[in-house]
T-cell receptor, first 117, second 112 residues
Framework: DGGITQSPKYLFRKEGQNVTLSCEQNLNHDAMYWYRQDPGQGLRLIYYSQIVNDFQKGDIAEGYSVSREKKESFPLTVTSAQKNPTAFYLC????????????????FGDGTRLSIL | GQQVMQIPQYQHVQEGEDFTTYCNSSTTLSNIQWYKQRPGGHPVFLIQLVKSGEVKKQKRLTFQFGEAKKNSSLHITATQTTDVGTYFCVNAGGTSYGKLTFGQGTILTVHP
């Protein structure tokens, strides 16, 4: 089945540690996104990528980094600079957008719950 | 993208009652997407509205896009316990390609 796989499902971070969240998709989608969701809140965009080897900061990029070396993969690193990393992290993908076509729906993975030890 | 405001934040209904959530923007929106997130789950795309005054139906769900493209609504007729979750109205347009701007969502609880 096609879909988006996020791993791990639960992750614990120690003080001063960087952690990397995995996101893989086999939908052949060009665009991929990372969101953060805090309890009772909507989703906030961290980073997005519309094409391999290119990505842009979202609304809350500080303390996070990403790479897009392959079309299928868009890992997110939560660095020690992110002082409040406890949240639900969601990865999404879409067929992408273009100047002359409507925005496409985003397909989400099951998410990773990150907590501080 | 322009932030959308969604009301109410919470809604508790008895099974069989109707439910409506409203989404408003101070600026004209190019399009709106609606997503549903079950408790503990991830958002799932429901529908996209693009045209002014557009109305779309999915079984018991009716979605509307205002004439001025500044507001939208989702109405559920005769709620069921399977309707429980958070419904998000999302600004799918804006100045940055591919960027979705989520509202805070409406959390729906259905009492059997």
């Amino acid at each position: 089945d096609g879909g988006i796989t996020q791993s791990p499902k639960y992750l614990f971070r120690k003080e001063g540690q960087n952690v990397t969240l995995s996101c893989e998709q086999n939908l052949n989608h060009d665009a991929m996104y990372w969101y953060r969701q805090d309890p009772g809140q909507g989703l906030r965009l961290i980073y997005y990528s519309q094409i391999v080897n290119d990505f842009q900061k979202g609304d809350i990029a500080e303390g996070y980094s990403v790479s897009r070396e392959k079309k299928e993969s868009f890992p997110l690193t939560v660095t020690s600079a992110q002082k409040n990393p406890t949240a639900f992290y969601l990865c999404a993908s879409s067929t992408g957008t273009g100047r002359f076509k409507p925005y496409q729906p985003q397909h989400f993975g099951d998410g990773t719950r990150l907590s501080i030890l | 993208g322009q932030q959308v405001m969604q009301i109410p934040q919470y809604q508790h209904v008895q099974e069989g009652e109707d439910f409506t959530t409203y989404c408003n923007s101070s600026t004209t929106l190019s399009n709106i997407q609606w997503y549903k997130q079950r408790p503990g789950g991830h958002p799932v795309f429901l529908i996209q509205l693009v045209k002014s005054g557009e109305v779309k139906k999915q079984k018991r769900l009716t979605f509307q896009f205002g004439e001025a493209k500044k507001n939208s609504s989702l109405h559920i007729t005769a709620t069921q316990t399977t309707d429980v979750g958070t419904y998000f109205c999302v600004n799918a347009g804006g100045t940055s390609y591919g960027k979705l701007t989520f509202g805070q969502g409406t959390i729906l609880t259905v009492h059997p």
